[in-house]
């Protein structure tokens, strides 16, 4: 009897630290996200190499005389440049476009 009473109580501030620390957590995201500040998900290209982005804008203008470029050319010129993807391989169309 004195078991199964003291094992609720327990789960019962178990139960209650749990929700204390979401709320604390759930606070903190908000109050960084108020500043402006990205708070979760992955990080973008644009984020974690921003002359890659930078590089494969300027090569998706329109040239005067070529028109627009494919982003399979965008994504061989930027092999050819040494920009490649983290496994090494050429950016896909996907994550160019």
């Known amino acids: 009897?004195?078991?199964?009473l003291i094992r609720q109580v327990l789960g019962a501030v178990a139960e209650f630290d749990k929700a204390m620390t979401v709320a604390k957590l759930r606070g903190a995201r908000e109050r960084k996200r108020a500043t402006g500040v990205k708070v979760e998900g992955r990080k973008s290209h644009a984020e974690v190499r921003p002359q890659v982005v930078a590089e494969a804008k300027r090569l998706r203008r329109k040239r005067p005389k070529g028109g627009q470029r494919s982003y399979r050319q965008i994504a061989s010129e930027l092999l050819q440049a040494g920009y490649a993807n983290s496994n090494g391989r050429p950016f896909s169309?996907?994550?160019?476009?």
């Open 1 to 4: 009897m004195a078991a199964r």
């Open 93 to 97: 169309k996907a994550m160019l476009g």
